[in-house]
DNA sequence: GCCAACGTTGGC
DNA sequence: GCCAACGTTGGC
């Protein structure tokens, strides 16, 4: 049964991926690898469904920044990196008998041509009580509010438009 | 580079 | 199952 598209949060380093090596791909999708917490391996794993929209944002950056949007075309499957010896992100525990972390594949939606700082998201409204506004939240992969989602969009397109 | 806030690990 | 030690995240 059909239900409506989840909303999601994915943070990335760009210095180490960015949405601009996203929209480098070939046909803008990649796979979400990497990903070694519980918490955001079950939203991945169990949660996030075809069509599901993701906020990409750049976490460790200067600002850090809400950077564009993106949608999942693929849903979980097994995080081959764990199985690497040589991958940074590599977990003797993950077999591929036995696989212990998962990935999913997103497709790039939009680059946003006016990027939202931290600072900036802290002064919409509609974004008080945002998981990722909490002090200490780190989690990588998390659930974003539909309303929370359409304001970044909104606030990033506003700024275009002021920019322009 | 610092460090607060977490999450994980492993001894007991 | 507790919890101290350790490792990581990520804003500043």
Redesign the pocket.
């Known amino acids: 049964m059909a239900r409506g598209a989840k909303y999601w949060l994915m943070?990335t380093?760009p210095e180490t991926y960015s949405i601009h090596d996203l929209e480098a791909e070939s046909n803008q999708t990649t796979h979400w690898d990497g990903v070694?917490?519980?918490?955001a391996r079950n939203f991945m794993r169990d949660e996030m469904k075809l069509g599901d929209r993701v906020l990409v944002?750049h976490?460790?950056?200067?600002?850090?920044h809400a950077a564009g949007t993106a949608k999942i075309v693929k849903e979980s499957y097994p995080d081959h990196t764990a199985w690497d010896e040589n991958d940074k992100h590599y977990d003797p525990?993950s077999t591929p008998e036995n696989p212990r972390w998962f990935m999913v594949d997103i497709k790039l939606d939009e680059v946003f041509d006016q990027t939202l700082g931290?600072?900036e998201l802290r002064e919409i409204k509609a974004l008080e009580g945002m998981e990722?506004l909490?002090?200490?939240?780190?989690?990588?992969v998390q659930p974003v509010g539909k309303g929370e989602f359409d304001a970044i969009v909104k606030a990033a397109h506003k700024k275009a438009a002021d920019a322009s």
């Open positions: 943070k380093e070694r917490n519980y918490q944002y976490s460790n950056a200067k600002p850090p525990k931290l600072d990722l909490r002090r200490g939240s780190r989690l990588s």
